[in-house]
């Protein structure tokens, strides 16, 4: 066994708190793994595919799977990390394959989490330096079966594009042909790994390894997922958050045909049915009494009014520097905004699903197998585990590709996961569907309004300014909820008070002022909230950057100056920050009607800089027509998936920009799905040019640090064209200054 | 009774409810699934099939509209510009979940199939009833432009 504990990760703090996590709350050992010889022993009958290590299997038509810790929501891992393999194997890319991993966390768990799961960008950084080293070892096992084979020196033996080659004899043999004889030798405990400068694969482009599928119909997602006797359920939940069922008819519901049975669970009313449209008609025919004593029952409105309130004080402290009072006392001008943000759906096209299918022996729950777009196989498992009274190694998780996620398929209390377990146990419970499997569906509506949105947030920015503009004190005050209070997190993410999380991007501001002050009143409400796309940076970014181009207005500073002023000792800030600027032509003239704004912003250690270009017509209309991006990720593995990934980003971050987020009235949710939850359409997205800043920097993510710029990027655009300040998400339609 | 109509060439009859939508029908009564659910209110697009050539929301089609017509899915498509239109979804990488882009691609063959050099807001008007979270649309939009050439090739 090699230890990998060293791996030194990205400063985020998220992570190191995630580390933290893993090593406490979880109580598990981070290792590489390989798996046991008595294991592989057992696998090497001729014509069987080979685990060559936990991670990588060679079967005898030559076809080389990596077996994904992560799970593939778009965000392109299965083609990332077989790239890190394929690149040290010397594999050629056509015999690459990819598919998920099974539920082990002691084998997979996220090296940044000390569990198995997908979040925080961190798959590739956490995974760079684990599958080198299990490309390498595999590779170093098929040149010694070569070796022992052809009798010649395995350091006389090259490996090029799948081929192991003898040049003095002349052999060659393909992986597929050596790999049982590789599976029975020892791994070398050190492996050479390649200099980058001889990389073929990693920093090229090579073709997505899902792209196919995915085009013709024929990718597996859970919603897809058909075994014999499986039955569909959709479950009735509470129309407002903490509200439980008092009392249910299941009469009507049970006459419409297909209708199986209809089962209580601690979250609703489930119906389970032969098919969806049964199961569908089946819940608007059940009528459910709920107890709505303790939910909740106030509208954001009011919500944010409380927020609003609670700002007038200083909350706790989440970094502090100097003395912000003595500082304001003594500046020329103050600048003050506030900024409200809206709670957000994550929306993914595939609305959460899970099959579940129970072992059972007469009424004895033996074990349990899901089929799931799983993000969080650790937390999914010993929670199904603690439903159904089983270990965790009793229930198997196959992970499949997940329609989207952007965090919502990543909750440690496994909501739909439970959901499935809960209704599998129930009508497992009873003799005429025992053992039946059983497929719990989420319609579009029970995703707007199921909750674990992106928290509502309200931000107080206060800056203090000398005579020559520079800004000598900085007081951020956030009003919000926390993600991870209530969750195993706790114990190591929220310190002193402060959820990481809720002031990620703005506690660690980059720009060099004197005095600084961030503060955090965390709120409780019953709306229950989750990491979305960016987290923290999708409210912080915003706040702080958009503040930044107020400050640079009331002094008259050019934006990209005064963040020039500021970074001085941020170079990776700079870099993408002048990237951008240069390519996009800062403070070239523009065309009439068009205007220009940038922000840069540090997430998940990342570092990515947006110019937005927005068009705006006499009548406040306006549209926004490009977004410039420069992104320094560290070395990066697939140029063309950073690319589609900032494309993305760009695109998701520009669907809150300009379409209303969740609301709700009395408690309950307003919108119900994308007729008024409305997304973002290909009308309205715009040109997308991104410039990756060339890198040997150890590779972070960029599933989400696309997202957090472009905001704030478009909002500075519009102020700097219309004397305006814009100081909520979503901006509003018309930029025309209302009277 | 039996709905009878044409999937992908070949004859079907269902005996079931007939407020079915097509979609369901297809997916849980025949077994083809790569026609997506996304919404159920014909907002997203995810789940578009062709019916006589022209692209229907079939999460929102009752199978007793149906009755008697040709209606092909992701599965059953095939031609020239059908061709053409796969091949540059792969070679745009266009793709990310992937899970609305059978819908997708099944719009885009539709538009292509009457035009076949669509302008960039032809390409907007005709892919607007279909949403990507993954906002795939700027690869979208130059796949579409790719399989015009092609198919005016």
């Known amino acids: 066994?090699?230890?990998?504990?060293?791996?030194?990760?990205?400063?985020?703090?998220?992570?190191?708190?995630?580390?933290?996590?893993?090593?406490?709350?979880?109580?598990?050992?981070?290792?590489?793994?390989?798996?046991?010889?008595?294991?592989?022993?057992?696998?090497?009958?001729?014509?069987?595919?080979?685990?060559?290590?936990?991670?990588?299997?060679?079967?005898?038509?030559?076809?080389?799977?990596?077996?994904?810790?992560?799970?593939?929501?778009?965000?392109?891992?299965?083609?990332?990390?077989?790239?890190?393999?394929?690149?040290?194997?010397?594999?050629?890319?056509?015999?690459?394959?990819?598919?998920?991993?099974?539920?082990?966390?002691?084998?997979?768990?996220?090296?940044?989490?000390?569990?198995?799961?997908?979040?925080?960008?961190?798959?590739?950084?956490?995974?760079?330096?684990?599958?080198?080293?299990?490309?390498?070892t595999a590779r170093a096992m098929l040149v010694a079966a070569a070796a022992e084979q052809w009798k010649v020196p395995a350091q006389d033996i090259t490996v090029s594009k799948g081929v192991v080659s003898h040049a003095g004899s002349g052999r060659k043999a393909s992986f597929g042909q050596l790999a049982a004889k590789a599976a029975t030798m020892t791994p070398p405990a050190e492996v050479p790994l390649k200099d980058p400068a001889k990389f073929v694969y990693i920093g090229k482009k090579v073709a997505r390894i899902d792209s196919r599928a995915k085009g013709n119909g024929t990718a597996q997602y859970t919603i897809d997922v058909k075994l014999p006797g499986m039955l569909t359920a959709l479950l009735q939940r509470a129309p407002q958050f903490g509200a439980t069922v008092k009392s249910f008819d299941a009469g009507k519901a049970k006459a419409v045909p297909g209708v199986v049975d209809v089962v209580q669970i601690s979250n609703g009313v489930a119906v389970v049915a032969k098919?969806?449209?049964?199961?569908?008609?089946?819940?608007?025919?059940?009528?459910?009494?709920?107890?709505?004593?303790?939910?909740?029952?106030?509208?954001?409105?009011?919500?944010?009014?409380?927020?609003?309130?609670?700002?007038?004080?200083?909350?706790?402290?989440?970094?502090?520097?100097?003395?912000?009072?003595e500082a304001f006392a003594k500046a020329a001008k103050i600048i003050e905004a506030s900024y409200?943000?809206?709670?957000?759906?994550?929306?993914?096209?595939?609305p959460l699903d899970v099959v579940v299918k129970l072992d059972t022996q007469g009424a004895d729950i033996r074990g349990c197998e899901i089929w799931a777009g799983d993000q969080f196989q650790t937390p999914d498992q010993m929670n199904a585990a603690r439903v159904l009274g089983l270990k965790p190694e009793q229930v198997k998780i196959n992970t499949l590709f997940a329609g989207g996620s952007f965090g919502r398929r990543a909750t440690t209390m496994s909501d739909y996961i439970v959901e499935g377990a809960e209704i599998a146990k129930a009508i497992g419970a009873k003799e005429g569907t025992r053992g039946a499997p059983v497929k719990l569906m989420w319609t579009r509506e029970d995703d707007i309004q199921g909750g674990r949105y992106r928290p509502m947030y309200h931000h107080v920015l206060k800056a203090g300014v000398d005579a020559q503009g520079n800004i000598t004190a900085w007081q951020h005050r956030i009003v919000g909820q926390s993600i991870i209070a209530g969750t195993p997190f706790e114990q190591v993410m929220v310190k002193d008070g402060i959820d990481a999380t809720s002031v990620e991007g703005a506690a660690n501001l980059p720009y060099a002022i004197p005095n600084m002050s961030v503060e955090l009143h965390t709120t409780r409400t019953g709306v229950t909230v989750l990491w979305w796309r960016s987290v923290g940076s999708t409210h912080t970014a915003f706040a702080t950057e958009v503040f930044l181009d107020e400050i640079a207005a009331a002094t008259g500073q050019d934006p990209v100056a005064l963040r020039r002023k500021l970074l001085t000792r941020h170079p990776r800030h700079l870099g993408v920050l002048n990237l951008a600027a240069e390519k996009a032509g800062w403070g070239k003239p523009l065309p009439a009607g068009r205007l220009r704004g940038i922000a840069v912003h540090e997430s998940f250690s990342s570092y990515v800089a947006e110019v937005a270009e927005v068009s705006l017509k006499p009548d406040g209309s306006w549209k926004v027509e490009k977004i410039v991006a420069a992104v320094d990720c560290g070395q990066p593995i697939n140029p063309d998936i950073i690319r589609a990934q900032v494309e993305s980003g760009i695109g998701f971050g520009l669907s809150?920009?300009?379409?209303?987020?969740?609301?709700?009235?009395?408690?309950?949710?307003?919108?119900?799905?994308?007729?008024?939850?409305?997304?973002?359409?290909?009308?309205?997205?715009?040109?997308?040019?991104?410039?990756?800043?060339?890198?040997?920097?150890?590779?972070?993510?960029?599933?989400?640090?696309?997202?957090?710029?472009?905001?704030?990027?478009?909002?500075?655009?519009?102020?700097?064209?219309?004397?305006?300040v814009y100081r909520a998400l979503p901006l509003p339609a018309t930029a025309t200054k209302s009277a | 009774m039996a709905i009878k109509f044409t999937l992908n060439g070949k004859p079907v009859s269902l005996d079931v409810d007939p407020d079915m939508p097509l979609l369901w029908a297809v997916r849980d009564e025949i077994g083809l699934t790569g026609s997506k659910f996304g919404c159920g209110m014909a907002q997203c697009g995810a789940c578009t099939m062709h019916v006589e050539g022209q692209p229907v929301r079939a999460c929102s089609t009752p199978l007793s509209a149906i009755e008697g017509q040709k209606v092909t899915t992701i599965e059953g498509l095939g031609g020239k510009v059908a061709q053409a239109v796969q091949a540059a979804w792969v070679k745009h990488e266009v793709a990310q979940c992937g899970y609305c882009q059978s819908g997708q691609i099944m719009s885009a063959v539709a538009l292509l199939s009457d035009n076949k050099k669509p302008s960039d807001a032809e390409i907007d008007e005709a892919m607007q009833g279909n949403i990507c979270r993954c906002a795939t649309y700027v690869r979208i939009r130059a796949a579409i432009h790719d399989a015009a050439k092609t198919v005016r090739a």
Do not use: C
């Open chain 1, 656 to 724: 809150a920009t300009i379409k209303p987020g969740i609301s709700l009235s009395n408690g309950t949710v307003e919108q119900s799905n994308f007729h008024d939850y409305e997304v973002l359409r290909i009308h309205e997205m715009p040109q997308v040019e991104v410039h990756i800043v060339p890198s040997r920097e150890k590779p972070t993510g960029i599933g989400e640090p696309g997202t957090p710029p472009v905001a704030p990027a478009v909002a500075n655009a519009l102020m700097s064209g219309t004397k305006q």
């Open chain 1, 275 to 325: 098919n969806f449209w049964s199961a569908k008609l089946g819940r608007e025919a059940l009528t459910v009494e709920w107890d709505d004593a303790a939910a909740e029952k106030r509208g954001s409105d009011q919500i944010l009014a409380e927020y609003k309130e609670l700002a007038k004080k200083p909350g706790l402290p989440a970094r502090k520097e100097g003395n912000v009072d």
């Open chain 1, 1 to 136: 066994m090699t230890d990998q504990s060293s791996i030194k990760l990205p400063e985020a703090s998220r992570r190191r708190f995630l580390q933290g996590a893993g090593a406490t709350s979880l109580g598990l050992v981070v290792g590489f793994h390989w798996l046991p010889r008595t294991a592989l022993a057992q696998a090497k009958a001729a014509g069987e595919p080979q685990m060559m290590n936990a991670f990588i299997r060679i079967a005898p038509d030559n076809t080389v799977t990596v077996l994904s810790k992560h799970l593939e929501m778009g965000q392109g891992v299965y083609t990332g990390l077989s790239t890190i393999v394929a690149e040290e194997l010397d594999a050629d890319w056509s015999q690459m394959r990819a598919e998920g991993a099974p539920a082990d966390a002691k084998t997979y768990a996220n090296l940044a989490f000390g569990m198995q799961g997908t979040g925080g960008s961190t798959a590739i950084a956490n995974s760079y330096d684990q599958l080198r080293k299990a490309g390498a």
């Open chain 1, 340 to 350: 409200d943000f809206p709670y957000l759906a994550h929306a993914p096209m595939e």
